[in-house]
């Protein structure tokens, strides 16, 4: 998560009702626009409302797919595994800890060592 986005942004994307029905559900299971709105009986247009939200903040991800008929859509997932939200002081602190993949996380550690 950027460390410049403030705290009481990502509470507030959090503390939304439908965008944590919404996040909640494509934890589980992985859907396009559409499936979530059937599947939660929330319109398409808040369905979106709440995707972008959540995309501001990088708390999912999408991928396109190709159907049958050969149309394209989009199916969105959950891009992390745990939230800790903690209070210091007067202070918040949340951390989002996501699943890295393998050459991703070497690549990390490699420019961490600031090897060339």
Same mark, same amino acid.
């Given at each position: ?6 705290? $009481? ?52 991800? $999408? ?54």
């Amino acid at each position: 998560m950027d460390d410049e986005v403030p705290i $009481e942004e990502i509470l507030n994307t959090i503390g939304d009702e439908h965008a944590r029905t919404v996040l909640a559900s494509i934890s589980r299971e992985p859907g396009s626009a559409k499936e979530l709105a059937e599947r939660l009986d929330l319109s398409q247009p808040t369905i979106y409302r709440r995707i972008d939200l959540l995309q501001e903040y990088d708390l999912i991800k $999408e991928r396109t797919l190709v159907a049958d008929d050969g149309n394209h859509y989009n199916e969105y997932t959950s891009n992390f595994n745990s939230t800790v939200i903690s209070l210091e002081g007067d202070e918040y602190d949340v951390r989002i800890f996501r699943e890295e993949n393998l050459p991703d996380r070497f690549s990390r550690l490699w420019d961490d060592l600031g090897v060339n």
